[in-house]
Structure formats: C-alpha cells, structure tokens
C-alpha cells in the first residue's frame, strides 16, 4: 500500500488499527513496521508513532545517485561476468516493458522496470553491492512508481533501456556504465516533475 501510493505520505499507522484490518497479532505488525523502518519507508514522531515517511526532495535525489553509481558499477562488472543467457534475459525484458500498452498495464510495465535492473545488478556477481542496491530500490520504490506513470517520460526511458542493452551486448564497460548514469539522472528529472505535479493536484484540490 505505501509502494502504491495507497498510504501517502504522512499517513499515521496505528499498529492495532493496521493489525486487526489484516487479520495478525500486533507483533508481526510492529516487526513490520520495523522492517519497513529500516528500508526508508517509515519514520517515528518522537514519541515512537509510525508515519509513511515523507522525505524532500534533496533525500530523493541522494539516494537516486547513490543507486545511479551502484548500477553503473553493475553495469560494469556484468559485462564481465554475465552469461550471455543473462543479457540475453535482460532484452527480453526491454521487449517485454516495450510491449505495455494502456494504464492497466503500467504497473506490470513498473514491475518489469525494476526486474531490467536487478537482473543488470544481479549478473554483476556481486553480494554485497545487489544487498545494498536492494535497500536503496525499497526507498525509491514508491517515488520511481510514480514517475513512471508519467507518459511524457516514457519514450524517453525506453530508449535508454535500449541504449544499456546495446552496450551490455558489446560487452562495453564504460558505456554500459555512461548509459546507466544517464538513465538514472533522467530518474531524477521525472520524479522531480512527478513530485510537482501531485503537489500542484493536491493544491488544486484543495483550494
């Protein structure tokens, strides 16, 4: 629901409320909201209330460069040592998210996404940064869904979706690296403009 966009920001979670609406004990509630605690997705008032954390743009920003220079650190060592099965699997998924037509299927457009890149961060071989990419993706999960669902960026992303697996297939680390940045700086662009326009919606309603 908070990766949705179903709980925005700011939503309080009453651990009892919460609990009882989906049918479990309070304590796997509360280690959830634990859980999510951890991986950016909740924060705590000061008295230990939990709320859908709500960070500023600044802290969005640090985080989408932070998982720009990890994936392209990927994109490097998969060149390396992905099998051409594995690359073979990340252009199906390209061709699969090309392939979404329609509202009703953005999300499994999104979902597929987030797959091109883990399979890219997965062929790296390498432990501790797929972990670390992993933390960084449950952050940024509920902004990049967002701005996905922006058609102007669409055409725009693909391309670049395509512009990595090219250089992936050549087996080019630095462009597999150059391409990934680039990618996740036009991320930056559509989840700041993604961000204005709900807040421009949000006033609107409520003027």
């Known amino acids: 629901?908070?990766?949705?966009?179903?709980?925005?920001?700011?939503?309080?979670?009453?651990?009892?409320?919460?609990?009882?609406?989906?049918?479990?004990?309070?304590?796997?509630?509360?280690e959830a909201i634990r859980l999510l605690a951890n991986e950016g997705l909740v924060s705590y008032t000061h008295s230990r209330r939990p709320f859908v954390a709500d960070p500023?743009?600044?802290?969005?920003?640090?985080?989408?460069?932070?998982?720009g220079a990890l994936e392209a650190l990927a994109?490097?060592?998969?060149?390396?040592?992905?099998?051409?099965?594995?690359?073979?699997?990340?252009?199906?998924?390209?061709?699969?998210?090309?392939?979404?037509?329609?509202?009703?299927?953005?999300?499994?457009?999104?979902?597929?996404?987030m797959q091109f890149h883990e399979a890219i961060v997965a062929a790296a071989r390498n432990k501790a940064l797929a972990e670390t990419h992993t933390t960084y993706n449950a952050r940024?999960?509920?902004?990049?869904?967002?701005?996905?669902?922006?058609?102007?960026?669409?055409?725009?992303?693909?391309?670049?979706?395509?512009?990595?697996?090219d250089a992936l297939q050549a087996r080019d680390p630095r462009a597999t690296a150059e391409a990934l940045q680039n990618h996740l700086?036009?991320?930056?662009?559509?989840?700041?403009?993604?961000?204005?326009?709900?807040s421009n919606r949000s006033g609107e309603a409520l003027a």
């Open 1 to 30: 629901m908070i990766l949705l966009g179903q709980l925005p920001p700011g939503t309080q979670l009453p651990e009892r409320d919460l609990a009882q609406a989906l049918g479990v004990s309070r304590t796997p509630m509360r």
């Open 56 to 67: 500023s743009l600044a802290e969005i920003n640090d985080c989408l460069r932070v998982q």
């Open 75 to 113: 994109g490097q060592w998969a060149c390396a040592q992905a099998s051409d099965s594995e690359i073979a699997a990340i252009e199906q998924l390209n061709a699969s998210i090309k392939e979404a037509r329609g509202a009703e299927e953005q999300l499994q457009a999104f979902r597929l996404d």
């Open 140 to 165: 940024l999960w509920r902004v990049r869904f967002l701005s996905s669902q922006r058609e102007e960026g669409r055409p725009e992303t693909r391309l670049e979706h395509s512009k990595i697996v």
């Open 185 to 198: 700086r036009t991320a930056e662009k559509n989840v700041a403009a993604a961000l204005a326009e709900l």
